[in-house]
DNA sequence: AATGAATGAGGGTTCATTCAT
DNA sequence: GATGAATGAACCCTCATTCAT
């Protein structure tokens, strides 16, 4: 029982694991089933015992992964013991910035496929990954003494203008590297915040 | 000489419009060359007469579109008499996301495939359109007596942050429908600029 | 062990009962053996315990579900007292035509199905089913006082010709509604009783 | 153009006709499409150039070897010069079930296939065989001199229980061979006839 | 320049069957 | 006896691309 649950959980580990690296090397569109069974050393049949289609592989790979980062941010920023909420937001970013500039093939994997209704459903507010985003994120702003406008919105923003100008930057250094951009985001990012004060 | 010239044209043209009509329908996975030089009735071999492949008609598309809607909008803000740099931007992007929300799947093409890349290539210093953006987008700034830190980093990072939540807004109304975040987005492009000024 | 083997008749009786509700629905080539052993509520492999193959189990249905509709056909003409070989199997075909027309599933399976071969080795002579239909058949014949030509032969053209004219006319209406049909079809199979008599 | 053309119909004949051996062969579920086009020396994309589907070859199929089998019958009996309704009719059948003796697996493939829904629309009122079925059906029952209840019904009578009981005594001489039943079958014919003339 | 018939590799998906538990 | 995870061959179908006309 614990034997036979233990091999599935590696099996669908095997496959999660090797359709990530295909997806990030050479793009969703270009990797086919049969890429991942075959490199995953399991059987076609068994790819559909686990996921639906690709697409479904796909979304479980960005919640997983996007919490990963997430959860590394966070504790790094527990460690550091920032307080205020502006800094403790600049923080998280710059650790998330730097996260994923050391690994620009799930920067690119991420960018692509996270959606804000994804981010919502699937890390947000989800019991399917084993950290809860919505505590820390509501913790954050209660204890900051702070109120917002529309807290929801200014996350929204926060969130798709560092998503956006990260990829370009990261991955193309274009309009200017990542290290240019950051000082100009995060002002940026203080800016919003300050904006929407209450 | 010159009709056949012009039945090229007339050629290119129906494969133009029935590949963005296709795209915006159907998706451009969903849309293979057969399904376009059929609509657009010309032989499947002439379609390798004037594109490459699929990608090759969709850069081509988005250059196309993209500059349609950026000349709507500045001529309207010229109609308007709108003066003042943040007045202007805003005008701008007040006057695109209106286009946008009129023209979903317009929105959908040229959201998910416009990046900056595209942008600045194919929009702001190719020839390949008829109007000169790049001239339009400095004479804005020359004319506006204010100057900023760097003011690509600035366009660039209200192009992302425009184009990002817009996208989710619009399509989706989550997390707010755009008509609420508007209020929000225009004040944030604003402390945004300010403060970049020098 | 009378549990057990209750336990195993169970099994069968709801392979059975779902395969026929499967068949009936969707038909036999678009019904895997999953589909059975899924709504039917046992594993995949204790379908090979019981069956041999899936035409295993619809060679055991026909034999099942045409048994009952003959039985039934049967027991009503002894309720109502018929006499005289024609009329008796004029009633016949009257009440299996009418169980049939209600029951348009049973008939698209048993018509697609039943075969002279099956229809003899399943249903005549088989003990397989517990009503001995050789019997009625033969009794019937030999208490009419009148003899025939070649009974067997008499009895295959009006099954053939019954069955084959009331798929049509029952599914499809084509060419004409049961209800039209059945003055002629009686008619002539009580011509063709006639015609083989001695 | 003459030459395309030509190189088209060949193509097409070269996959009737392989599909024809292979479903008389092996059966149409055993067949797959890889199967057709191997042994017809094509490319397997090549078959959707000119079938829908499997089931598109087969109908085709189906009202082609029908087509055939009417035409020999029917010409056999005008080289015969048989005069008189019954009579015709008679050689008719008779022709036809000697021609499928002759041919089981078109027996089989035809009985297993023919429905009157398929004679009707595609033999008997299409003019997609290059021959008249509607028009000889007519002028026969015209020219007998003698009117009929229903001539529809009796047309579809017959051919049930011709087909029906034939195609059993054909292929497995079960209940009778068909030399045995012919007999029966034909003095059958004529009492269902002479039971519906007006 | 324009055509469109032909290609065939490769896609996603299904499913009867096996066998270790 | 019962299970159900795993298999992998086989299925149908698509489609970008070529090339003789």
Not at 14 to 26: G, I, P, R, V
Not at 115 to 124: A, D, P, Q, T, Y
Not at 130 to 146: A, L, Q, R, V, W
């Amino acid at each position: 029982m614990g034997k036979i649950d233990n091999n599935k959980k590696q099996k669908e580990d095997a496959l999660l694991n090797t359709a990530f690296d295909l997806f990030t090397k050479q793009g969703i569109h270009k990797t086919s089933i049969s890429d991942i069974v075959n490199q995953a050393g399991v059987a076609k049949g068994t790819f559909y015992l686990y996921f639906k289609d690709k697409y479904d592989i796909r979304n479980k790979l960005i919640a997983k992964k996007a919490s990963q980062v997430f959860r590394l941010a966070d504790s790094a920023m527990h460690q550091a013991g920032i307080a205020g909420l502006e800094d403790q937001v600049i923080f998280l970013i710059d650790n998330i910035v730097d996260q994923l500039t050391e690994n620009k093939s799930l920067l690119n994997f991420i960018s692509k496929n996270l959606s804000w209704g994804i981010f919502k459903n699937e890390l947000l507010y989800s019991g399917a990954t084993d950290i809860d985003f919505y505590n820390i994120y509501s913790s954050i702003f209660e204890h900051s003494g702070k109120t917002y406008k529309n807290p929801e919105i200014l996350v929204f923003m926060i969130i798709e203008l560092v998503n956006s100008t990260c990829f370009s930057c990261i991955l193309y250094e274009d309009p200017v590297p990542v290290k240019e951009l950051k000082p100009y985001l995060f002002e940026s990012v203080r800016q919003l915040m300050k904006g929407m004060e209450t």
